[in-house]
């Protein structure tokens, strides 16, 4: 069965670092999701991306976020100066089209900023 | 925006009985409404939804009720087993909008 992937699936920086998380989406998927999930709370939305660019972004994604489609397959997630906040378990999804909803996670990268 | 709340946050039951859990969520607009299981260490993985044009949907031993006027929409879990143990998430969305998950249920199935 197909799946998102997720690399590194921990990522320890230091504070003030760039970090580049990736995630390789199912292979058909059209719409590609970052959300985060800080240590005993809810998931929260980042960003989502379609046709090469940012279709809907929350509050969280400031610029210090960026996101990139670099080649056919992997979606990336970059922070561009990480503070202790960031630190946190990174999910990609994808889903086929917008309209058909389910998005599938990927494993999650942790991300851990000392 | 959205607001999804989600209860209980802990629940413990015993093998073979059934577990609900319920969310309620604020926009009217939502009409989509996935359920996430969460194992520790992995990401959440969807196992029902129900769009809002459906009042219940069941898939073997899970099923999920929406109501509308109300805005609430529950998971049922029968027959619970040790392996239904794990973190569950609802979410509320808008189609092809951002996901917006409640603040997640641990469920323990106590053998």
């Known amino acids: 069965e197909p799946e998102v992937t997720q690399t590194p699936s921990h990522q320890v920086t230091q504070m003030g670092q760039e970090v580049i998380l990736r995630c390789v989406p199912i292979s058909n998927h059209l719409y590609f999701y970052w959300y985060r999930q800080i240590l005993g709370q809810k998931v929260e939305f980042l960003v989502s991306f379609y046709n090469n660019e940012i279709s809907e972004k929350s509050e969280i994604f400031d610029d210090q976020f960026s996101v990139e489609r670099p080649d056919g397959s992997n979606f990336t997630l970059k922070i561009r100066s990480t503070k202790l906040e960031d630190s946190a378990m990174y999910f990609c999804?994808?889903?086929?089209?917008?309209?058909?909803?389910?998005?599938?996670f990927g494993p999650g990268t942790r991300l851990t900023v000392l | 925006g959205e607001n999804v709340e989600q209860h209980p946050s802990t629940l413990s039951v015993q093998e073979g009985d059934s577990a609900v859990i319920k969310c309620t969520y604020s926009?009217?607009?939502?009409?989509?409404f996935p359920w996430y299981k969460q194992e520790l260490g992995k990401g959440p993985q969807l196992i029902i939804d129900i769009r809002s044009n459906v009042g219940e949907k069941k898939d073997q031993r899970i099923a999920v009720t929406l109501n509308k006027t109300a805005k609430h929409f529950s998971l049922h879990i029968t027959e619970t087993q040790p392996e239904d143990s794990a973190v569950y998430f609802c979410?509320?969305?808008?189609?092809?909008?951002?996901?917006?998950f409640g603040t997640g249920t641990s469920l323990t199935v106590i053998p």
């Open positions: 926009d009217s607009a939502s009409n989509y």
């Open positions: 979410a509320a969305s808008k189609t092809g909008n951002q996901f917006y």
């Open positions: 999804a994808s889903s086929e089209a917008a309209y058909t909803d389910t998005q599938y």
